[in-house]
C-alpha cells in the first residue's frame, strides 16, 4: 500500500494526474485492440481529478468504465454519468445503462467488462462504503462481477455497481479523499478494528497495489 497526503488541492491533483499517467504510461493498444481500461467512480471529490485526465496525452485511446451508478436517468444532475461526462469528457465512456430494467443493466454491463482493470479510482464514504459496495450488503461477498445494492444513508436508494470480484482483480487501486472529516474515516480504514461487514473498504487493504491519496483541505 502507497499513502500520500496533500495540504492543498492543486498538489493532490498534479500527483495524482502523474501517477496515474505512470500507471499506463507504458500500456499501447495491442493488436487485438486492448487499450488501457480505467473504471471511474462518482462522487465531488474525484470531479477535479477527473477534469485534469481531460490532458494525459493518451487520453483517447483509454477506455473508461464507472464503477457504480445510481438507478436514475443519466441527465440526471446526481447521475454518475453525468458528472464524469462533463468533468472528463471521455472518448470511450462504457456505462450502465440505467434506462433498462434493473436486472437487464447488470447483465448487459456485465458483458462489455474487461477481464480485468488496468485501474479502479475509489471513493471512501463516511460508513465505510467504497464503490456502492454498503456495509452488511448481500452484495458485499458476492461472486459476480456486478450487483444491485440498496441503501437508506442516500436519497437514491437503488445503486448499480462493481463488486470486489471485479474490483480485486484489478491491477491497481486508487483510493482518493478529500476534506477534513475524511481523516476520521482514513484513519478507521487503516487502524481500526471494524470488520469487512461492518466497514466495506477493509477489504481494499488486501490488494497488493492499493494507491491512497488524501487530500487534507
Known amino acids: 500500500m ?32 486492448h ?29 473508461f468504465y464507472q464503477v457504480d451508478e445510481r438507478y436514475i436517468p443519466h441527465d440526471h444532475e446526481k447521475s454518475n454519468y453525468q458528472l464524469i461526462a462533463k468533468s472528463l469528457h471521455p472518448k470511450h465512456f462504457h456505462c450502465f445503462d ?14 462489455i467488462l474487461p477481464n480485468q482493470f488496468d485501474l479502479i479510482i475509489l471513493g471512501l464514504g463516511p460508513d465505510g462504503h467504497t464503490a456502492s459496495l454498503f456495509p452488511h450488503s448481500p452484495a458485499l461477498t458476492t461472486p459476480n462481477p456486478v450487483a444491485h445494492t440498496t441503501t437508506n444513508q442516500f436519497d437514491i436508494k437503488d445503486r448499480l455497481t462493481l463488486t470486489f470480484t471485479t474490483i480485486m482483480k484489478s491491477q491497481h487501486l486508487l483510493l482518493l479523499l ?40
Open 178 to 217: 478529500k476534506g477534513e472529516d475524511k481523516q476520521v474515516v482514513l484513519d478507521e480504514l487503516l487502524h481500526g478494528n471494524k470488520s469487512i461487514n461492518n466497514f466495506p473498504a477493509k477489504k481494499l487493504l488486501e490488494h497488493p497495489d492499493l494507491i491512497v491519496h488524501y487530500c487534507q483541505y
Open 98 to 111: 440505467t434506462s433498462l430494467p434493473i436486472d437487464q443493466a447488470l447483465k448487459e454491463y456485465q458483458a
Open 35 to 63: 487499450s488501457p481500461t480505467i473504471a471511474l467512480s462518482g462522487g465531488s471529490t474525484p470531479s477535479p481529478i477527473y477534469k485534469a485526465m481531460q490532458k494525459l496525452p493518451n487520453i483517447n485511446y483509454i477506455d
Open 2 to 33: 502507497n499513502i500520500k497526503t496533500f495540504t492543498n488541492q492543486q498538489d493532490w491533483v498534479d500527483k495524482t494526474i502523474l501517477n496515474i499517467q505512470s500507471l499506463i504510461t507504458n500500456h499501447q493498444p495491442t493488436s487485438n485492440g
